[in-house]
């Protein structure tokens, strides 16, 4: 089923679809969608009611109206790697581009990912207290919840920091 959000004024005679498309409300016509040639994102030029264009990335558009945005992240990325897909149940949030990487490469994140965001932040915050240790701590906890085991995490960068001298 296709939902529509208007946006929000001076671009407020468009709408944005849960698809990702964007629509011209007065004519009913989608707006025509270009591809950036260094991202390959697709966008859309909107004219305002101020008499200014404005370019527009579509898959931010359909985030910020159709993906919930629980953590408040900063980053929109596309579950299947897919920069044109820009439907909303292919777009999600990350806290910056690698960890978007990292979660297209390691989709199995997804059935962890309110605990995984809760202790992103409770290390971040310990971080920005100065208390390494309980960072280390929470660091471990996060580590294994996604399904590896945090000693052997480190016997793997110990050997690769031996192989790479």
């Known amino acids: 089923m296709i939902k529509f959000e208007q946006l929000s004024p001076p671009y407020d005679k468009y709408s944005v679809t849960n ?34 264009s404005r370019k527009f990335f579509i898959a931010p558009m359909v985030a910020e109206m159709f993906v919930l945005n629980k953590h408040n992240l900063g980053y929109v990325y596309y579950k299947d790697g897919n920069v044109q897909n820009n439907h909303a149940d292919n777009l999600g949030y990350a806290i910056n581009p690698k960890e978007a990487q990292q979660r297209v490469a390691r989709p199995h994140r997804l059935e962890v990912e309110d605990e995984r965001h809760e202790l992103i932040i409770k290390i971040n915050n310990a971080c920005d207290k100065k208390d390494y240790r309980e ?31």
């Open 19 to 52: 698809e990702g498309h964007v629509m011209d409300i007065d004519t009913g016509v989608y707006v025509k969608e270009e591809i950036d040639y260094k991202s390959g994102k697709q966008y859309v030029v909107l004219h305002g009611s101020h008499k200014k």
């Open 135 to 165: 960072a280390n701590r929470l660091g471990k906890i996060l580590w294994e919840l996604e399904g590896s085991s945090y000693n052997d995490r480190h016997e793997e960068i110990w050997l690769w920091h031996s192989l790479h001298r």
